[in-house]
């Protein structure tokens, strides 16, 4: 069974930093995309950062870049979001998600492509 375990959220000043971890089991870590994406009260899914674990590609959109980064390690199965410089617009629950790759360095923006989510993590950044 595929399984996505989110955990580091928290309430932080804004300025800021948290790192936040996806756990995943129940599949071969390194066949996958991985997304993270956010969700304000009352706002859609917004995609934050994208990587492929295969070949270790990455995407992060301009509204976070330079700020966010997403890292993988495929040895403990996990993919990391270290979040900087957090402002008080960045308040979300923030979900983890996975779907099987096709080719190695896929990189999928849309959340409909993807076929497993986490429970989400709260993040609440305070001014």
């Known amino acids: 069974e595929v399984q996505l375990a989110e955990s580091g959220g928290g309430l932080v000043q804004a300025g800021g930093s948290l790192r936040l971890s996806c756990a995943a089991s129940?599949?071969?870590?390194?066949?996958?995309?991985i997304g993270w994406f956010r969700q304000a009260p009352g706002k859609g899914r917004e995609g934050v950062s994208f990587?492929?674990?295969?070949?270790?590609?990455?995407y992060t959109p301009r509204s976070v870049k330079g700020r966010f980064t997403i890292s993988s390690d495929n040895t403990e199965n996990t993919v990391y979001l270290q979040m900087n410089s957090l402002e008080p617009e960045d308040t979300a629950v923030y979900y983890c998600?996975?779907?099987?790759?096709?080719?190695?360095?896929?990189?999928?923006?849309?959340?409909?492509?993807?076929?497993?989510w986490g429970q989400g993590t709260q993040v609440t950044v305070s001014s």
């Open positions: 129940g599949f071969t870590f390194g066949d996958y995309a």
């Open positions: 990587i492929s674990t295969t070949d270790g590609s990455t």
């Open positions: 998600a996975a779907v099987p790759i096709i080719a190695a360095d896929s990189i999928y923006t849309d959340p409909d492509s993807y076929a497993y």
